[in-house]
């Protein structure tokens, strides 16, 4: 069981996650012919590993079973999208909320509420209306799809936060931390700065 956690709805993890990435791509294409601007820079999308999933319903003390897995946890089908701007963030995220068949169910917005250790991001989970039969018997089912939002900047700092944190016999812990925080303050006043310079610019049109 513990091998093959998704069971029989693994191949609807798979058709959600096109799905999604497709209505995404779609809209991205109509704005780019319309406006001009890309507000994708890439997308990475993927079903979590199923080992990992196996590990993460036994470190909740739950069961390691498809329900576990795909109704107490969120995170089974996952997209981050990275944009060049900050605005195209939040203009993603309005999009994404105008998606047929779709319900925010959460979200958190890192953005303007920094973590303290400086990370940014924008985090939202969708239940997805899909064709399919879900782990609740249901048909047309829901499924989960967690997607992240954040700039080419942030996406930098947290690859190399995420590298820094599950090195081991770190003794000098404390001044890697406050200089990643440094560096996530310098590169959100980039962010910033990147905005104000491409407002500029479309006031120019």
Known sequence: MNENIYGEFRPALEFTLKDIEE???RYCEEELNASGIELVEHISARIKDE????EKCIRRDLKPCPYS???DLTDAVGL?????FIDDVYTNVKKIKEFEGCEVIAEKDY?????????????????????WADVDGNFPGHFYVEIQ???IAMDSWAALEHQLKYKKNISNTDIIVAELKRCADEMASTDISMQT????LNEQD
């Not at 080992?51 to 196996?54: F, G, H, I, P």
């Not at 981050?80 to 060049?84: E, K, T």
């Not at 310079?197 to 500029?200: E, G, M, N, Q, T």
């Open 51 to 54: 080992e990992s999933m196996v």
């Open 149 to 151: 939002l954040r700039t």
């Open 23 to 25: 209505r995404i791509n």
């Open 80 to 84: 981050r999208i990275v944009c060049g």
């Open 197 to 200: 310079i491409r407002d500029l």
């Open 69 to 71: 897995a795909l109704r």
């Open 111 to 131: 953005i303007k509420n920094v973590k303290p250790n400086g990370y940014r991001s924008y985090h939202m989970i969708l239940s997805v209306e899909e064709p």
